[in-house]
Nanobody
Framework: QVQLVESGGGLVQAGGSLRLSCAASGRSKYAMSWFRQAPGKEREFVAA????????NYADSVKGRFTISRDNAKNTVYLQMNSLKPEDTAVYYCAADLIRSGTNENDYDYWGQGTQVTVSS
């Protein structure tokens, strides 16, 4: 059982930047991803990183603005979010799986508690 702890959320003006972090317990290397859920909407895929960190995948809505990366020494994955828009406002969740880095939330066995990101216009 792995525990995921997110941090880095907050309030930012449109056009600003935030970096989210997700620290995973244990030593196993996981495929990692970020999802988000806005009020009244379903949770949606944002970005994913393969176990080897060789492959990334992004939702069209964040391509060119968000970057997912990992620090293996710290067993931590990051989501750098630039040029933020009000429509990026959501609770952001980190997810992990031992095998695959899909775009469906059912692909992941482990989830963090979420961190709120609010972008003001």
């Amino acid at each position: 059982q792995v525990q995921l702890v997110e941090s880095g959320g907050g309030l930012v003006q449109a056009g600003g930047s935030l970096r989210l972090s997700c620290a995973a317990s244990g030593r196993s290397k996981y495929a990692m991803s970020w999802f988000r859920q806005a009020p009244g909407k379903e949770r949606e895929f944002v970005a994913a990183l393969s176990r080897s960190a060789g492959t990334t995948n992004y939702a069209d809505s964040v391509k060119g603005r968000f970057t997912i990366s990992r620090d293996n020494a710290k067993n931590t994955v990051y989501l750098q979010m630039n040029s933020l828009k009000p429509e990026d406002t959501a609770v952001y969740y980190c997810a992990a799986d031992l095998i695959r880095s899909g775009t469906n939330e059912n692909d992941y066995d482990y989830w963090g508690q979420g961190t709120q990101v609010t972008v003001s216009s």
